[in-house]
Nanobody, 128 residues
Framework: QVQLVESGGGLVQAGGSLRLSCAASGRTAGPYATGWFRQAPGKERELVAALSWSGDSTYYADSVKGRFTISRDSAKNTVYLQMNSLKPEDTAVYYC?????????????????????WGQGTQVTVSS
């Protein structure tokens, strides 16, 4: 089992930045990929970014490319999502996820139904 705990959400003005953190505990030896999904009210949960265990494979949704960066601090078992140039449409609950399937740069990652482990979510609100 892997437990994931997110932090770092909040309220920010458009154009601002936030950094989300996802701390893993339990079976952290890997190798599992970690990523971030988000879900806005009335919408389906969508993949934002994902990072392979080795760090050599990443995926970003088109809507966040060039603005968001996913990274990992292996010593801290923590994955980060740096979000810059935030827009009101980025408002959502952001969920950290872990799965043993690696992400692919062009094809993405597994679907939400296939994810092995989820965090509890953290709210990000971007005001205009």
């Amino acid at each position: 089992q892997v437990q994931l705990v997110e932090s770092g959400g909040g309220l920010v003005q458009a154009g601002g930045s936030l950094r989300l953190s996802c701390a893993a505990s339990g079976r952290t030896a890997g190798p599992y990929a970690t990523g971030w999904f988000r879900q806005a009210p009335g919408k389906e949960r969508e993949l934002v970014a994902a990072l392979s265990w080795s760090g050599d494979s990443t995926y970003y949704a088109d809507s966040v490319k060039g603005r968001f960066t996913i990274s990992r601090d292996s010593a801290k078992n923590t994955v980060y999502l740096q979000m810059n140039s935030l827009k009101p449409e980025d408002t959502a609950v952001y969920y950290c996820a872990a799965d043993y399937s690696p992400p692919r740069k062009t094809t993405g990652w597994v679907t939400p139904n296939e994810i092995d482990y989820w965090g509890q979510g953290t709210q990000v609100t971007v005001s205009s």
